[in-house]
């Protein structure tokens, strides 16, 4: 497959290996137009389609993972235009269809839809020089893909609140104090990091992978005793699976497990 916003790659010596796909705009500082987030969930989904692929990494460049929507795009419309096109929103959820594990390794600007699009990814991995924000209010506008609701629930209401109102940026480190990044590492450390994270995870049974992802997107959406009860279920229906004997019983003969994703 042929792209012209994105790069492809695929990582790893295991028996499943980690797509690495590089938002490649720089020009723009990767603003997501219309072609990149087609490109990107065509990508997406090829990838989580793939039996040879346990993990993807989304990554961006040193100075922007992505600024935002294309904003030469959006300027000339009028509510009607936007409403009537369903402007910039066909394209945008695809990444919420990928059931395998997304990690977003993050550098530079992650503002508006930039910060939207990491937060939408499983977990976010921060390189020392990035810096998160929603800065649509400077342009007259709402943050349209989640990040009234998403920031809030990752950073607390004050911190979303600020951010969001006052358009600053949050740090590396900050976002990390605040729940919204889970790891920050030294900046040419960011796809090494990124990647040996992936490899972990790619180490481990594919469907109890699937399901921790499916269980913890879970706890955001519904009341938490149904997300309990749920998570009982799942844990009771693996020992339906090869992996769960293979994994009990190489714990106890002090050997590694070797788990064939079924
Ligand atoms: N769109 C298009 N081009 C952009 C851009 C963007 N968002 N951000 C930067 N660029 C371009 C600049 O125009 C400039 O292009 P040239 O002038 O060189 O041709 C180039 O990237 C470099 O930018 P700067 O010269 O400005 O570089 P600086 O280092 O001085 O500043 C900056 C970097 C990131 C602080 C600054 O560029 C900036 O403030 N950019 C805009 C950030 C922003 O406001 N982002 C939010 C956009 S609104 C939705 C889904 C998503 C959204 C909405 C709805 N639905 C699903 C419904 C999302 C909306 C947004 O993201």
């Keep these: 497959m042929t792209y012209e916003c994105i ?3 695929v990582h790893g010596d295991g028996p499943r290996k980690t797509a690495l796909i590089t938002l490649n705009r720089p020009k ?3 603003a997501l137009n219309d072609q990149l987030m087609d490109e990107l969930g065509e990508a997406l989904l090829a990838f989580d389609a793939d039996d040879g692929i346990g993990c993807i990494v989304l990554t961006g460049s040193e100075r922007a993972f992505a600024a935002g929507a294309d904003i030469p795009t959006m300027l000339p419309h009028t509510f009607a235009t936007a409403f009537k096109s369903g402007l910039i929103s066909k394209n945008w959820e695809t990444i919420l269809q990928v059931r395998k594990p997304v990690i977003a390794a993050v550098a530079g600007f992650a503002l508006g839809g930039g910060c939207e699009l990491a937060m939408m990814c499983d977990f976010i991995i921060a390189a020392d020089s990035a810096k998160f924000g929603q800065p649509e209010i400077k342009l007259g506008i709402v943050p349209g893909a989640g990040g009234t609701q998403r920031l809030p629930r990752a950073v607390g209401k004050s911190k979303a609140m600020d951010m969001l109102l006052t358009a600053r940026m949050m740090g590396a ?12 590492v030294p900046a040419d450390k960011l796809i090494e990091e990124a990647l040996a994270a992936a490899e972990t995870i790619n180490g481990f049974s594919g469907p109890s992978v699937m399901l921790i992802k499916e269980l913890v997107n879970l706890a955001y959406q519904g009341p938490l005793t149904d997300g309990v009860a749920v998570e009982r279920r799942y844990f009771h229906a693996l020992f339906g699976s090869h992996d769960q004997r293979e994994g009990m019983e190489a714990f106890l003969a002090k050997r590694a497990p070797t788990f064939q994703h079924r």
């Design 173 to 184: 480190e900050e976002a990390e104090r605040g729940g919204l990044v889970s790891r920050v």
């Design 28 to 30: 723009a500082l990767n």
């Design 7 to 9: 790069l492809t790659a």
